[in-house]
């Protein structure tokens, strides 16, 4: 039998390998940059800016010009919540779907094994 214990942790895995994507250096794959400060500002040019009054998303813009690695890690880190928590939307149907079949399974083998050894 599963249990949402074992299944929670894997719920913020998208979040988190976001995140990661972010925080690692920028390398080269095919000639092709990825990576670090590229996955930083595509988060920020593509999922923050979009949903943000103009002024508000030129002030982002001049802090995020302005700022230290740290800030940006932080509104990186602020993205990637953000973006698991819409994922959950998804991710939750499939792991209880999955919690539900795999007790199903558990319980239907113990009844097959009960009702065999009970003749």
Not at 60 to 76: F, I, P
Not at 95 to 117: M, Q
Request: charged share 10%; aromatic share 10%.
């Amino acid at each position: 039998m599963i249990t949402w214990l074992q299944v929670a942790p894997f719920l913020a895995v998208p979040g988190f390998l976001v995140f990661l994507s972010g925080l690692l250096p920028l390398v080269e794959v095919f000639g092709t940059p990825v990576g670090g400060g590229m996955v930083r500002q595509w988060c920020v040019n593509h999922l923050v800016l979009p949903v943000l009054p103009v002024a508000d998303a030129g002030a982002l813009v001049e802090w995020y010009m302005h700022t230290r690695l740290s800030g940006e890690l932080a509104l990186h880190a602020l993205v990637s919540i953000n973006l698991n928590t819409a994922l959950l939307l998804v991710l939750y149907p499939l792991a209880a779907g999955y919690i539900r079949l795999n007790n199903w399974v558990a319980k239907t083998d113990l009844a097959l094994k009960r009702g065999s050894a009970k003749r």
